[in-house]
């Protein structure tokens, strides 16, 4: 089993909102990532947590506001998001010391 | 600053045919190379890796080559069906502050014509 998965699948929220993505993961992995992908561009690595610790943050704004609640258990908290910060927000996970990072379908987030 | 470069935007190829995706990188730290594949309103969907000591890896229609001398490494898929249609992403990965990193390419759309 191979499957990440995100909720919800499409988000629309105002620039005063606060609301959060999900991702949950079933495959023992022990670093998972929140990644940004715009229209027609790759995906921008944003945080990864390693053994729900921390471990790399992207220079992200912190009006994006990362958790990892256990080890399958993967939150990004917005709040006060801008309108160029709609895009797919992508979620993966991976063994810690494996390289493969397996990726969810995403959240489209629009934000108005 | 492209650490990680996919010059072609678009390949389209023609069905049973020989796909060829290029990608180059920059960066000697990278150790492992991946590549993704990737539908509309999809994520990534992993395909096939190489690591920075080998220089061919098979699986199935899918082999990608690596030359490090070049810091250039291809995707061939053999024969090409309809299926393969979808943006293809190399990636390039590298270990930071004990956690991995990929580094993406811009992506090459691949279209198989029947």
């Known amino acids: 089993d191979t499957e990440v998965t995100q909720t919800p699948k499409h988000l629309v929220m105002g620039m005063t909102n606060k609301k959060s993505l999900k991702c949950e993961q079933h495959m023992g992995h022990r670093a998972m990532y929140w990644y940004k992908q715009k229209a027609k561009k790759p995906p921008e690595l944003m945080f990864v947590?390693?053994?729900?610790?921390?471990?790399i943050n992207e220079s992200v704004p912190s009006r994006f506001s990362p958790e990892c609640p256990n080890s399958s258990l993967l939150n990004l908290h917005l709040h006060a998001l801008q309108p160029e910060d709609s895009a797919l927000y992508l979620c993966?996970?991976?063994?810690?010391?494996?390289?493969?990072?397996?990726f969810g379908p995403g959240t489209r987030l629009t934000v108005t | 600053d492209q650490q990680v470069k996919q010059n072609s935007p678009s390949l389209s190829v023609q069905e049973g045919r020989i796909s060829i995706l290029n990608c180059d990188y920059t960066n000697s730290m990278f150790d492992y190379f991946l590549w993704y594949k990737k539908y509309p309103a999809e994520g990534p969907t992993f395909l096939i890796s190489?690591?920075?000591?080998?220089d061919k890896n098979e699986d199935g229609r899918f082999t990608v080559f690596l030359n490090k001398s070049a810091k250039h490494l291809s995707l061939h898929i053999v024969p090409s069906q309809p299926g393969d249609s979808a943006v293809y992403f190399c990636?390039?990965?590298?270990?930071?502050?004990?956690?991995?990193?990929?580094?993406f390419g811009q992506g090459t759309r691949l279209t198989i014509n029947p």
């Open positions: 990636a390039a990965s590298a270990r930071i502050q004990g956690a991995q990193k990929l580094v």
């Open positions: 190489i690591s920075s000591i080998k």
């Open positions: 993966a996970s991976s063994q810690n010391w494996g390289y493969e990072q397996y």
């Open positions: 947590y390693s053994y729900e610790k921390l471990s």
